[in-house]
């Protein structure tokens, strides 16, 4: 087979690897790519929204399955453009990406079909939201209804913090478009987890869990950011939460979004907090996370390629998903500055040393190809994985062989996974 992989971050590296070890699969193409991908893939210089020279490219091409890594394009509609076209897609179509595309469409969901999730109220003028947060109990978190790059979402801890926050997002549009319309919810206490799963439309496989580090400094301070560092599995996410969670949750939200004529078909990841009276929704995303993909899918022992084609058919239900009884950690080496402003093009030293290794990855993010060598080319530079017995070993792991590779203005979080001491 001829994969395609639309995307560029530490998340398409890792499917890629994935997909380079299904036995189906003779050649991957990735779209637009970066340095480390195009080491087991051919990066073709074509943008994840140029949905017509995608389709076009996926056709000369012959391509017989295109995966879709980030949340643009799906919420964008490209499913739909290359299925036009006669190709075959992973990823869910635009009616279904929806499910992340639009807060306010999920939350609405999720209270019509009895999904546990913060109480909220949906706002699409700002005085009517300011007028709402006179009688609200703080703190609240207001969020933007669209794409925002994960930066959307404010938590206030005052009236005058959440009055801000609806001028920011409705009337300055620090977020564009998508502060069209506002989510303003009830704060929520609890440890966070990720689950991600493949759907078919009917039938759910969860995948094993993780949880992520959105801030961008130790301790949790800082800016949020796309993610600086992962760990698989959650120690906190017992069996009986798992249980909870398929019934009430995840095979709830696929239905949920059958009924609505909107079936799902791709990944959905369910972003839960575990709070005191049970797990409630923070979110949904409709593709991989990033960096969670760096922790889940190295621990996977299916072929991906299978279990991405029974998605498409709709036999999911013929599947059984297989983790190693291991663990993983994954810590993101940023360029000084990020999320906010940071600097490109400094070479990258040490990478040979992930040469071979079975149980530590190296996955590219912000990188690119200068003059014969690999600079950096973002704010997430590389994801370290690494895979241990258990999380503890993991994590040293991670962390020694972060200490292999080295650019100019390097940072990194120190306490990725210190939750497991708490375990
Ligand atoms: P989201 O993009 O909706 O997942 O929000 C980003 C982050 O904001 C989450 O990972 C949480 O840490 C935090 N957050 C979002 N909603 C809430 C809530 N209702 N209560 C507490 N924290 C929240
Ligand atoms: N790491 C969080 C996300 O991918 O949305």
Not at 93 to 109: H, M, P, T, V, Y
Not at 247 to 258: E, F, R, S
Not at 331 to 348: H, M, Q, R
């Amino acid at each position: 087979m001829k994969v395609l992989i639309v995307g560029s971050g530490g998340r398409e590296h890792a499917i890629a690897a994935s997909v380079a070890k299904s036995r189906k699969v003779e050649q991957i193409y990735c779209a637009p790519g970066n340095a480390g991908i195009s080491q087991i893939a051919q990066c073709v210089p074509i943008g994840a929204m140029e949905f017509d020279r995608l389709a076009s490219f996926a056709r000369e091409k012959a391509i017989d399955l295109v995966v879709i890594g980030m949340d643009d394009p799906l919420v964008g509609g490209l499913t739909d453009v290359l299925e036009a076209a006669g190709i075959r897609v992973f990823g869910p179509r635009r009616n279904a990406a929806i499910l992340e595309g639009s807060k306010a469409f999920s939350k609405d969901l999720m209270k019509k079909y009895h999904i546990p999730t913060a109480a909220y109220e949906n706002f699409s003028s700002p005085g009517e939201a300011l007028a709402y947060l006179e009688t609200a109990r703080m703190p609240v978190v207001v969020k933007a209804d669209g794409l925002a790059l994960g930066k959307g979402v404010l938590i206030c801890n005052t009236l005058q913090e959440a009055r801000d926050a609806v001028i920011t997002i409705m009337e300055k549009k620090q977020f564009g478009d998508a502060g069209n319309r506002i989510v303003i919810e009830e704060f929520m206490t609890g440890r966070e987890v990720s689950v991600l799963s493949f759907v078919d439309g009917k039938t759910i496989r969860t995948m094993t869990s993780a949880q992520d580090h959105k801030r961008a400094g130790d301790g949790d301070t800082g800016l949020n950011t796309g993610g600086m560092g992962t760990f698989s599995p959650s120690p906190f996410y017992t069996q009986e939460i798992d249980a909870f969670c398929q019934k009430h949750i995840y095979q709830a939200t696929v239905d949920a979004m059958a009924a609505e004529g909107r079936p799902f078909q791709g990944i959905i990841f369910f972003g839960l907090m575990l709070t005191e009276s049970g797990p409630k929704v923070l979110e949904y995303n409709a593709r991989f996370g990033d960096p969670e993909a760096q922790v889940v899918l190295p621990r996977m022992k299916n072929d991906l390629v299978e279990v991405m084609e029974a998605c498409i058919d709709g036999r999911l239900d013929q599947i059984t998903l297989d983790f190693e009884e291991n663990a993983a950690v994954c810590v993101v080496l940023a360029s000084g500055g990020y999320p906010v402003s940071y600097e490109k093009g400094f070479a990258i030293s040490g990478l040979d040393a992930f040469d071979g290794r079975k149980d530590c990855f190296c996955f590219h993010a912000g990188t690119a190809w200068k003059d014969g060598e690999i600079v950096t080319n973002g704010g997430r530079v590389l994801g370290i994985s690494a895979l241990g017995k258990d999380l503890k070993e993991a994590r040293a792991k991670a962390y020694e062989a972060a200490q292999w590779v080295s650019f100019q203005n390097q940072y990194m979080r120190h306490d990725i996974g210190r939750a497991i001491d708490e375990a």
